[in-house]
């Protein structure tokens, strides 16, 4: 990612617009429906990604539940942020912040937690016997959200690279 003359490029506009949609559509996936669950014969019920987190709280597993929220929902909105705030701060003239960049790179391999929530929040419904669970818009929401901002963090991890090799090149 670099220009014709070989000089590294400052993250623009996809990066923010991947970062950005990512945290719009990761926000309405924590709330809105994300499972229908049908239970042994009788009752349906659809639970929200959030909704899943709080019920761990109320039956007790404060623990489990204070993971969950900071793996799910505390560091996906931080790495965002996060990705926000070094699109604005990148220069690549100066080398790129590879500190923030590392930090960026260590959030979303946690933050990839995300995928063995949904399991978890079906384990949190009573015990019940499930006989269906079928994905709701939530699902589809929080799985977008988590997407685009990897693709917007992964850009930024690969802007970065090729300030550092293009730095290394102009040292030598």
Do not use: H
């Not at 590294?8 to 429906?33: A, D, E, K, S």
């Not at 929040?121 to 994905?135: C, F, H, Y």
């Amino acid at each position: 990612m670099a220009t014709s003359e070989g000089r590294p490029v400052r993250p623009g506009g996809l990066t923010v617009f991947l970062l950005v949609v990512g945290l719009l559509t990761f926000l309405p996936g924590l709330v809105l429906p994300a499972l229908s669950v049908r239970s042994f014969w009788v009752a349906t019920s659809e639970v929200a990604i959030l909704q899943g987190i709080l019920a761990f709280f109320d039956k007790g597993q404060a623990y489990l539940g204070a993971l969950l929220l900071v793996l799910s929902v505390g560091l996906p909105i931080l790495k965002i942020l996060a990705g926000l705030a070094t699109v604005a701060t990148f220069a690549p003239e100066r080398g790129a912040p590879l500190g923030m960049i590392g930090l960026l790179g260590i959030l979303s391999k946690w933050s990839m937690a995300d995928v063995f929530l949904m399991a978890l929040v079906v384990l949190v419904l009573d015990g019940q016997l499930i006989t269906t669970a079928n994905l709701r818009p939530g699902a589809v929401f929080f799985a977008t959200g988590v997407l685009l901002s990897s693709l917007g963090i992964w850009r930024l991890e690969a802007l970065a690279g090729a300030a550092r090799r293009s730095a290394q090149g102009e040292g030598a």
